[in-house]
């Protein structure tokens, strides 16, 4: 490991831990659906005030601007494709606690958030009861088994930061198969993409996934998504990508059969 990063990593793991933010990365990992919302409220915190400015520092990081920037277009794709549908049912392969979910406004919808993690699912629908949420249910999902989703006939799928914690080209084809048994012709798919980092060599030598293992990230364009996704009916509607140009947001469509 290159001394910078060596010097990075010692720092991070004794001091930084001052950072509230930077402390809940080494407990969940910094790929974590928790570190994640806690990015997005962009509320710096820690022990001490110096643990409050490293905690600044910590989230005025290019990448989570761009994160903060993603979710925003997120939200925005998943209003617009909502607004497609009659009383759509929309189902998050991923969620995490998917505190973007929140930001959709009741409007008739039935949202479903999966997640293998129990303690996310029961945390979210904690959130979905004190917010008065009666539309936002969480549930055990595997992503790559649709056998395992609450719902089926979905009109709006959403797979926001799972793609970019996969490695093989083979799981990404899993979770489009699953989510394709589990739609019809005429269901969108909301996805978000990692496709770039200001040092991919931090994530792998100095900070740690969910799993507590180093962060391994394949930076990929989201046109490969796309291009995975065809052979199953799924074309692109939209792709949009913030202005770091570290992520990109799209929509598919899923076609109706030819006649």
Excluded: C
């Excluded at 809940?24 to 928790?34: H, P, V, Y």
């Excluded at 770039?196 to 930076?219: F, M």
């Amino acid at each position: 490991m290159d001394i910078k990063y060596t010097g990075l990593r010692l720092g991070m793991r004794t001091l930084g831990r001052l950072s509230d933010g930077i402390r809940l990365g080494w407990e969940t990992g910094f790929d974590s659906g928790r570190t994640l919302d806690y990015v997005y409220r962009k509320k710096a915190s820690g022990i001490t005030p110096l643990g409050a400015l490293m905690d600044r520092a910590y989230l005025d990081h290019p990448v989570w601007k761009a994160a903060r920037l993603r979710r925003d277009v997120l939200v925005a794709q998943l209003r617009d494709a909502l607004a497609g549908y009659d009383h759509p049912t929309l189902f998050d392969t991923a969620a995490g606690q998917g505190s973007y979910l929140f930001a959709l406004s009741p409007n008739g919808a039935t949202i479903w958030a999966g997640d293998h993690s129990p303690d996310e699912v029961a945390q979210g629908n904690d959130r979905a009861r004190s917010e008065g949420r009666t539309d936002i249910r969480f549930a055990y999902a595997n992503a790559f088994d649709d056998a395992t989703w609450p719902v089926g006939g979905i009109d709006v799928l959403v797979t926001s930061g799972f793609f970019d914690i996969l490695t093989e080209p083979e799981e990404f084809r899993k979770v489009l198969a699953a989510g394709t048994r589990a739609s019809h012709p005429g269901s969108r798919w909301v996805f978000t993409m990692m496709e770039g980092h200001s040092d991919p060599t931090l994530l792998r030598e100095v900070l740690v996934n969910r799993d507590q293992k180093p962060w391994i990230a394949v930076l990929r364009p989201a046109e490969d998504i796309v291009r995975w996704a065809a052979p199953l009916g799924w074309r692109l509607e939209r792709l949009e990508r913030e202005r770091y140009g570290f992520f990109a947001v799209g929509t598919l469509v899923r076609a109706f059969p030819s006649r």
